[in-house]
């Protein structure tokens, strides 16, 4: 109970705070912050935050308003504030030093006001609060007591008070990241008991007195404006271990009496102008070997000369960063350095540096960024770069390095960015070496002598950003693995030799910013893909073979970020690149969507390079392997045209005939459409990465196989359950054939015979669908028959398989429509018993036909598969569907015999029986 009221009391103290700060915010106007009334808990007040737990009061966001008022002194009041935003509400008058008690404020925003006067001395308190305003004198007269004063990452401004100087006690003193300038004030560098000074990251000026700072262990001036010499009276720190005056403007030799702080840690004094390139600049190394704790030492970007010796080698057992860029120094790397096994960065870029790289740097297995671009140095790069497995950053440019990149790279897995551009390496770019760098974000390798392709293991580095490959004798294609580096923001391949297309993946890389292309022997059209780039800023295409429209849209709408020159054979794209006008094109004929509003693409000869193809099944992969015969093998992939997968029929050139019937082939395919065929997407005309003829086309991809898959393999092995084919499944599959046969042989523009039915041509959707086609886990024919009574084929141009071939092909007879329906028949009296016609029972004047026909009407039930007599109301919801047909009170048995009499009568031996009647027609019913 006292708890609770205790509590009550303090929620009800930051009312009373908020109804007095609310009078003089507003000047007492009545129509401001009308919520701010009895009627409503002050939590639910405009602008106010309170705590979950206390209820009291965390947040105050009044901003942008135009009340003109003033900071009650009430404010303070608010204990539990942390934020604190008044901008831009006119207020004027001072801030007030009650502000001072709100110790757990962190954020104060008084912006856009008219506010004057000093930080109060009392915000001190604010230890977790961001502050703008300058240093208060009054800081001065705090009791000299105080040790600690942090004031860094603020928004402080003006300069050093001189009064700072009487805090005779104080030991810690961060000024850092702020907006201080001038002089410090000589008196400021008596603070004998100072042990931390950091003044970094301002904008101070003016030399550094002689230092009395006996106990001084951390001293930061970086990133200032200090100058004059090296200060002398550094010697006299002797409890010194971080030494900061990078970023300044010191000039003059480094003294080598910082030899004398032997606790010393950290010397950094770059980005000045120490030196002046004289042999004596670097004799202060000499002395650093009594600093035996010295782990960092960075000299970079001053005007050191003098000769890189062994001496370096000498430094602490301790030391893991080294870095002496942008100097003038000379020499080569000492053999030695293999001794700094701690090293992590080792930077000598921008040098004079002569020589080799060292055997021993392999020794230094910690070893995490490697800079030495910008020398002379030359040779192979040692195999044992291998060994640095820590790796992240190798920047090897404009040097004279030679020979190959060594192999041994992939072991470094860690790596992120590699450079090695401006050098005379040769060879093909080693496959299987940045591939195992999967956090690898730039590569750039430019201006060189690399031949061969782009290694596809490039592909594996989905955090690639920046990929030059530039100036250089690469062939190839562009290849496919590309697609999948996604985060790819600039792809530079100018000056090579690629051929081939310009790849339409390209414009799925939609972080693409540049992309360079040009003086290459490119080919064909500019994909229209390339308008999805909309981070693209610098498209070169220039100096290829290309031919045809230029693009509308995208980067190709602002003529100053593409470059076209160099190819005679573009027309069209936006006036502005004053292009001839494309010759006009015949509209096409469109088909119509198939019930299932499947987009049916028209089929475009060399639609696809062998660089997609090789992609989208993953190299051939076996893992994607669909089926292999005589005339070729199929493969599952992905292609970036399409939304699902695909099905890839690669051609086996080596078989008589296949070559020849390729386009024509693809024609007479292209031409049929229909729901129930396995539709060709486009096709694949070229070479393969050997030089080779290939020749493939595309079909689509269905999921759940063939029929011949789903009749024979053993229940353990299928993968689902309900692809065990019950009787209705099969029903549906027997009428879809029908009806596709149907069409070809009497709704096509020409009667077409398929002459390979088949179940292995038989393939299933994702609904289970069946679709006929010529592909898969049999051969594709490539001499699909069509026929009329004044041109047929001759059984000498049929090759369908022999076991469902009407004994008629092998007399010499035509092809027609009777010796499809004897492969049907066959077709439904293997989906009848399960049962291949190949089956070994089969022989000496038994075959599938026979067999099935000496069952008696009772004795179907007897030969068919075991799996159609499970009990209809056994099966799931779907399968019912037979009970809700009105009228149809067919039992399995009846069903059975029909579908068994249908394949017999259409599997006769002749195509005409005696009594006159042919072989069924395309109908399948159960009754």
């Known amino acids: 109970m006292y708890g609770f009221t205790n509590f009550g009391c303090a929620c009800t103290l930051d009312k009373i705070a908020l109804v007095a700060l609310n009078d003089k915010l507003t000047n007492g106007d009545p129509h401001a912050l009308t919520s701010w009334n009895q009627s409503l808990h002050f939590c639910q007040w405009e602008g106010v935050t309170c705590s979950r737990r206390r209820r009291r009061v965390s947040a105050l966001q009044l901003q942008n308003q135009y009340w003109g008022g003033t900071l009650s002194p009430s404010l303070g009041n608010l204990t539990f504030l942390k934020e604190i935003n008044l901008t831009n509400i006119n ?163 480094i003294s080598p009496t910082i030899g004398s702080l032997q606790k010393l840690k950290l010397f950094n ?323 119509k969507r198939s019930i299932k509003k499947r987009v049916i693409l028209s089929i475009a000869f060399g639609g696809v390079s062998y660089g997609e193809l090789h992609q989208a099944t993953n190299g051939f992969s076996s893992s994607n392997l669909i089926g292999t015969e005589n005339f070729g093998t199929a493969y599952r992939g992905t292609l970036v045209h399409f939304e699902k997968p695909v099905a890839v029929k690669v051609l086996n050139l080596q078989t008589r005939g296949v070559s020849k019937s390729f386009v024509a082939e693809c024609k007479a395919l292209v031409k049929i459409k229909y729901r129930n065929l396995v539709n060709i997407l486009t096709c694949c005309s070229s070479v393969d990465y050997k030089g080779n003829d290939f020749k493939a086309i595309v079909f689509e991809f269905m999921s759940n196989g063939s029929l011949e898959t789903l009749l024979h393999t053993d229940t353990e092995d299928r993968e689902f359950t309900n692809l065990s084919l019950n009787l209705i499944q099969r029903v549906n599959i027997a009428l879809y054939v029908a009806f596709t046969l149907d069409y070809l042989h009497n709704d096509s523009s020409e009667a077409v015979a398929h002459c390979d039915i088949k179940p292995s041509n038989v393939l299933l959707d994702d609904d289970m669908v069946a679709h006929l086609g010529d592909f898969g886990l049999a051969r594709l024919v490539p001499d699909a028959v069509s026929y009329s009574s004044s041109n047929q084929a001759s059984s000498s141009a049929i090759k369908g398989t022999i076991e469902y071939i009407p004994p008629e092909y092998g007399g010499g007879g035509s092809v027609s429509r009777e010796g499809d329906m004897y492969s049907y028949g066959i077709l439904l009296l293997e989906m009848l018993t399960g049962k291949r016609a190949t089956d070994s029972m089969f022989g000496e004047g038994l075959n599938l036909r026979s067999f099935c026909n000496m069952a008696t009407a009772e004795g179907i039930i007897e030969i068919v598969d075991s799996r159609l007599l499970i009990p209809i109301d056994e099966q799931d919801e779907r399968r019912r569907v037979f009970t809700r047909q009105q009228n149809m009170e067919v039992t399995i048995g009846e069903c059975l015999v029909s579908f068994a009499r249908i394949g017999i009568a259409c599997s006769a031996e002749s195509p005409s029986q005696k009594n006159g009647h042919k072989r069924c027609d395309n109908g399948v019913t159960c009754n």
Not at 231 to 252: A, T, V
Not at 292 to 315: K, P
Not at 392 to 397: D, G, K, P, R
Not at 508 to 531: A, F, G, K, Y
């Open 269 to 591: 004094v770059a980005y000045n102008r120490f030196g002046s390139g004289r042999n004596d600049d670097l004799n202060f190394l000499s002395s650093l070997q009594n600093c035996t704790h010295l782990q960092i030492l960075d000299i970079g970007n001053n005007y050191l000369g003098g000769v890189l010796t062994d001496l370096i080698a000498n430094l602490s057992s301790n030391f893991f960063w080294l870095t002496m860029g942008s100097n003038q120094i000379s020499g080569s790397i000492p053999d030695r350095i293999g001794k700094l096994i701690n090293l992590e960065a080792l930077g000598v870029e921008d040098n004079f540096l002569e020589g080799t790289i060292p055997y021993s740097v392999g020794k230094l297995k910690n070893l995490v960024e490697l800079t030495l671009w910008g020398n002379k140095l030359f040779g192979n790069i040692p195999l044992v770069i291998g060994n640095l497995t820590m790796l992240s950053l190798v920047n090897l440019s404009f040097n004279k390095f030679e020979g190959f990149i060594p192999f041994t790279l992939a072991n470094c897995t860690k790596m992120e960015r590699f450079f090695a551009e401006h050098n005379n390496f040769s060879g093909n770019i080693p496959i299987q070496t940045f591939g195992y760098q999967q956090s690898l974000i730039e590569l750039s390798l430019y201006s060189n002598s690399f031949t061969g392709p782009i290694p596809s293991d490039l592909g594996k580095l989905n955090r690639l950003s920046i990929l030059h490959l530039q100036e250089n004798k690469l062939i190839g294609e562009i290849p496919m693995e590309l697609s999948a580096c996604s985060a790819l923001t600039e792809l530079i391949l100018e000056r090579n030799s690629f051929h081939g297309n310009i790849p339409s993946f390209l414009g799925s890389l939609l972080s693409l910013e540049i992309l360079d292309l040009s003086s290459n022997n490119l080919s064909s059209t500019i994909p229209h893909e390339l308008v999805n780039l909309t981070q693209l800023s610098s498209l070169n295409l220039s100096f290829n073979h290309l031919s045809g429209e230029v693009p509308v849209g995208g980067v190709f709408n602002n003529i100053t970020a593409i470059s076209l020159t160099g190819n005679k054979h573009l027309c069209g794209g936006v006036p502005q690149l004053n292009l001839p006008p494309c010759p006009a094109v015949p509209l096409q004929k469109k088909h």
């Open 91 to 253: 207020l004027h008058g001072e801030i007030p030093r009650e502000v001072g008690h709100l110790k757990r404020l962190q954020i104060l925003d008084l912006r856009q006001n008219n506010l004057h006067g000093q930080i109060p001395i009392e915000m001190i308190n604010c230890s977790r609060l961001d502050l703008v305003g300058s240093i208060p004198p009054s800081l001065g007269t705090l009791s000299s007591s105080l040790e600690m004063l942090s004031l860094a990452y603020n928004h402080l401004e003006g300069t050093i008070t001189p009064a700072l100087s009487r805090l005779s006690n104080l030991k810690l003193l961060y000024f850092g990241e702020n907006n201080l300038f001038g002089q410090v004030p000589p008196s400021f560098y008596n603070l004998s008991n100072i042990q931390f000074l950091s003044l970094s990251g301002n904008n101070l000026s003016g030399q550094v007195p002689p230092m009395a700072f006996p106990n001084l262990q951390i001293l930061a001036c970086g990133m200032n404006q200090f100058n004059g010499t090296f200060p002398s009276s550094i010697s006299n720190l002797s409890e010194l271990i971080y030494f900061d005056l990078g970023g300044n403007d010191f000039h003059g030799p």
